[in-house]
């Protein structure tokens, strides 16, 4: 039996989570990448227009990961989905059930919620994450391909 406990994130979270952000940034080799601030937390995940939810897992009440999503909507299928952006298991917790805990959780809220399903991405070298979600079950959708309009791009296009 899992000696981890799942919550839903607070407010009081920010500081956490925003570390918790950077512990996985900096995994990914992309801690440079990071500009979010607890203010953007904050401003984004709390409140009556809150844009997206976090799990939080704890051991002994230590904060040890997280799973941070929000709903999106496909129009093929004319559900919502739910769409979990960032999965992170401190290194020295992994092992103990965390990632499954907060996965399941996921689910749980999917299907309580009528959410079709649960959409994430992993980074292609991350084989450890791979071979967790293959061993789930997960699919692994190699026709999608990911695209993202950003900086420069984004401006050229929006100023025609």
């Not at 009528?114 to 991405?121: K, P």
Request: proline share 2%; aromatic share 12%.
């Amino acid at each position: 039996m899992s000696d981890v406990q799942i919550r839903m994130a607070v407010a009081d979270d920010a500081a956490v989570i925003l570390d918790l952000i950077k512990q996985l940034a900096e995994y990914e080799k992309a801690l440079h990448e990071v500009a979010c601030t607890e203010a953007d937390i904050l401003r984004d995940g709390f409140g009556p227009h809150a844009l997206w939810e976090c799990l939080i897992a704890e051991i002994d009440g230590q904060v040890i990961g997280m799973a941070l999503f929000f709903p999106t909507w496909s129009t093929w299928t004319g559900h919502a989905r739910l769409y979990l952006e960032d999965l992170f298991v401190t290194p020295a917790a992994r092992g103990r059930g965390a990632g499954l805990s907060l996965l399941r959780r996921l689910s749980q809220i999917a299907r309580e919620r009528g959410w079709s399903c649960v959409d994430w991405q992993v980074l292609d070298w991350n084989k450890p994450a791979v071979n967790f979600y293959d061993g789930l079950g997960a699919e692994y959708r190699k026709e999608w391909w990911n695209y993202r309009l950003q900086g420069d791009a984004l401006v050229k296009l929006a100023e025609g």
